[in-house]
């Protein structure tokens, strides 16, 4: 706690434009609208300013986590007062390189992103246009729906590397892509840019598809309350959403969150909800599922638990929290921006 005061007063002197947000609430700064207050979030206006933040709270031994949209976090209701987070929201370059390739910094939404290669006439990113989160999330978690995959598009991504401060090119196909996890779980790192490498077609056939996927969306998710999009990874040889709903699990209630009534794969806040309700809600669901099927739902949420914190002894944040007992149990996991994921269920 000492060092992050210090690394916060640091901060302030060193980079006397940087906006601090202080004690903030940190359901305002994700999806769900649960979640008490971090003890700071820093948004940086470029990328240098975000390494000389890293350089600073690793003089202090602190890891500060990055944070996206906030569309894959579920923060505690006590909030986290050992937490420093840097916001991406500024970094916001987008442009086509000659070769024709997309480069994005990782705080360019997923649906501005292929939006842009839309009116430029490359396809491959239709799958993204709905889904809420940033492209530095996307690839921390190898976001998809709808038969794509972020692998599929991502040609390199640059990245800050925390143990010696550097910054690093990674092929995409070094990546280590997977469903619903990359390399960048696993180490210590902030996804900064990436390019993006996809293919001609013409500008309304790209539209039109777009459409089409977003129709689906409106038509069976629940997008018009808060949630992080599918609350569980699907289990192999299952779906999610069809085995808590045959558990007789959609609808179900707990405070003011909800399994959808109209998406069973989605936890809602029907308002007021707190990161408790959810977190409880998702357990009793994980219990029932298990009971009647046999099956282990492990959630696609980060779900930060209230003595959560990160140093520079102990870097790695949960990709996800396992269940026991009731309790929060972290996981093994990595670092990055705020995920943003949607899963065809």
């Known amino acids: 706690?000492?060092?992050?005061?210090?690394?916060?007063?640091e901060l302030k002197e060193l980079l006397p434009g940087l906006k601090i947000l202080e004690n903030?609430?940190?359901s305002a700064h994700c999806s769900f609208k649960t979640g008490g207050p971090a003890r700071a979030v820093a948004v940086p206006s470029d990328v240098f300013s975000l390494t000389r933040i890293c350089s600073v709270m690793k003089?202090?031994?602190?890891?500060?986590?990055?944070?996206g949209n906030g569309t894959?976090?579920?923060?505690?209701?006590?909030?986290?007062p050992d937490m420093l987070f840097i916001s991406t929201e500024k970094l916001q370059k987008?442009?086509?390189?000659?070769?024709?390739?997309?480069?994005?910094?990782?705080?360019?939404?997923?649906?501005?992103?292929?939006?842009?290669?839309?009116?430029?006439?490359?396809?491959?990113l239709e799958f993204a246009s709905g889904i809420p989160g940033t492209v530095g999330g996307g690839i921390w978690m190898n976001a998809g729906a709808y038969g794509g995959e972020m692998k599929d598009a991502v040609q390199s991504v640059v990245y800050y590397f925390y143990p010696d401060q550097g910054l690093y090119e990674q092929l995409g196909k070094d990546c280590q892509f997977g469903y619903r996890t990359s390399f960048f779980?696993?180490?210590?790192?902030?996804?900064?840019?990436?390019?993006?490498?996809?293919?001609?077609?013409?500008?309304?056939?790209?539209?039109?598809?777009?459409?089409?996927?977003?129709?689906?969306?409106r038509e069976k998710q629940p997008l018009d309350l808060p949630s992080a999009g599918s609350a569980f990874k699907r289990p192999e040889g299952h779906y999610a959403a069809a085995l808590i709903e045959e558990c007789g699990l959609k609808?179900?209630?707990?405070?003011?969150?909800q399994v959808s009534d109209k998406h069973a794969g989605f936890v809602v806040n029907l308002g007021g909800a707190t990161s408790k309700d959810v977190y409880d809600l998702m357990m009793h669901v994980r219990n029932e599922v298990y009971a009647q099927k046999q099956v282990e739902l492990h959630p696609e949420i980060i779900i930060l638990p209230p003595d959560y914190k990160l140093t520079d002894t102990s870097p790695a944040a949960p990709k996800n929290v396992a269940f026991t007992n009731g309790d929060y149990e972290k996981t093994a996991g990595g670092t990055g921006t705020s995920a943003a994921k949607e899963e065809n269920q």
Not at 59 to 67: R, S, T, V
Not at 99 to 124: C, H, M, P, W
């Open 24 to 26: 903030e609430p940190m």
């Open 59 to 67: 003089k202090h031994k602190i890891f500060p986590m990055a944070l």
């Open 251 to 257: 609808g179900y209630r707990n405070g003011n969150a």
């Open 1 to 9: 706690m000492e060092e992050l005061e210090l690394a916060i007063k």
């Open 94 to 124: 987008i442009f086509l390189n000659e070769d024709g390739t997309i480069y994005a910094e990782s705080g360019v939404s997923l649906s501005r992103l292929s939006g842009f290669a839309q009116q430029n006439g490359l396809k491959g």
């Open 185 to 217: 779980q696993n180490n210590p790192a902030i996804i900064l840019s990436a390019v993006f490498a996809l293919d001609k077609d013409e500008p309304e056939a790209i539209a039109s598809r777009m459409r089409e996927i977003n129709e689906k969306r």
């Open 72 to 80: 894959n976090f579920l923060f505690p209701d006590e909030g986290l």
